[in-house]
């Protein structure tokens, strides 16, 4: 009997793990604002004065950072059963329109909290709200499901517009957890 129930927990598990529940509502209120907070120094924008890629962690640009979070909304969110966490986060862009764009993120994050690795998988073109739904929620899902996004990449798909980066010449470097030329990245490609 009891092998029988061990076999049962460890099978309600497994598909809990592959269950397609992307709503960010899985975390409440206060996790969304720390983890926006936590990647924040990565997706985000610099401050405007004295902010560099070395000093950004410091603590005179809290503040900003703190409010820059706020101006991106959390539209999925998955965990998988090696506790590799997947985010899908939008911001409104610059444009004569109301657009925004999104970004998909793979995390991992030891017992402490800290992020011990971090990658933008892909950043979408600017779009509407209902155009950039469906399109990221399609990539996002493909991610999670480590599928290929290439095909969505903007030297192979065409006229439709899905992701801006990574491209032919731009590629996300995890070491420096920056979007760089590829020819400036080093170590392994992920």
């Not at 120094?41 to 950004?56: C, D, I, M, T, V």
């Not at 793979?106 to 950043?123: G, L, Q, S």
Request: hydrophobic share 35%; aromatic share 14%.
């Amino acid at each position: 009997m009891n092998k029988l129930l061990m076999f049962l927990t460890f099978l309600a598990v497994g598909f809990a793990c592959q269950e397609k529940n992307y709503s960010p509502d899985q975390l409440d209120d206060k996790e969304k604002e720390e983890v926006m907070y936590a990647m924040v120094r990565y997706y985000g924008r610099l401050p405007k004065k004295f902010a560099s890629h070395e000093n950004k962690f410091e603590g005179r640009f809290d503040a900003h950072y703190r409010k820059h979070a706020l101006e991106h909304n959390l539209l999925a969110y998955h965990k998988d059963c090696n506790e590799r966490e997947y985010f899908l986060i939008s911001r409104e862009a610059p444009s004569l329109f109301e657009k925004y764009v999104a970004t998909g993120i793979v995390m991992e994050r030891d017992e402490a909290e800290n992020i011990v690795y971090y990658k933008e998988v892909f950043r979408t073109w600017k779009m509407r709200e209902p155009e950039l739904q469906i399109k990221s929620m399609m990539l996002f899902d493909r991610m999670v499901q480590g599928q290929d996004l290439r095909p969505y990449y903007p030297q192979h798909s065409g006229t439709e517009e899905y992701i801006e980066f990574p491209d032919a010449v731009n590629a996300y470097d995890t070491r420096t957890r920056r979007w760089l030329h590829s020819s400036l990245i080093t170590g392994t490609a992920d």
